[in-house]
Nanobody, 126 residues
Framework: QVQLQESGPGLVKPWQTLSLTCTVS??????????WAWIRQPPGKGLEWMGV???????YYSPSLKIRTSIARDTSKNQVTLQLHSVTPEDTGVYYC??????????????????WGQGTQVTVSS
């Protein structure tokens, strides 16, 4: 059974860089053969797709977040990382990583993913 676990600082100051890690466990083929996405949910709002990295390392980002977002993967550690630069309080929310066998840009529905993490709360505040 594949499990995804997000981790990172729960509190980030404005204009700093948020760095999150998604650690994959239980997979016979770790980060390979999947597309790895980051999705977030601000308080009181719906899910927002941030971006995805393919098994070959290609990345695709939400147009609204592209200039501030970077997604990478470390196959040796079975990890996928997210960096979000110049954060503001509007970046507060729960951040999820998810994996799918298909590339579906902008997908936020959990039924579109094979695996979904529990999420990690991030608060941007001074």
């Amino acid at each position: 059974q594949v499990q995804l676990q997000e981790s990172g600082p729960g509190l980030v100051k404005p204009w700093q860089t948020l760095s999150l890690t998604c650690t994959v466990s239980g997979a016979s083929t770790p980060t390979g053969f999947y597309y790895w996405a980051w999705i977030r949910q601000p308080p009181g709002k719906g899910l927002e797709w941030m971006g995805v990295i393919s098994y070959s390392g290609s990345t695709y980002y939400s147009p609204s977040l592209k200039i501030r977002t970077s997604i990478a993967r470390d196959t040796s550690k079975n990890q996928v990382t997210l960096q979000l630069h110049s954060v503001t309080p509007e970046d507060t929310g729960v951040y999820y990583c998810a994996a799918s066998r298909k590339l579906i840009l902008g997908a936020t529905g959990k039924d579109l993913y094979d695996y979904w993490g529990q999420g990690t709360q991030v608060t941007v505040s001074s």
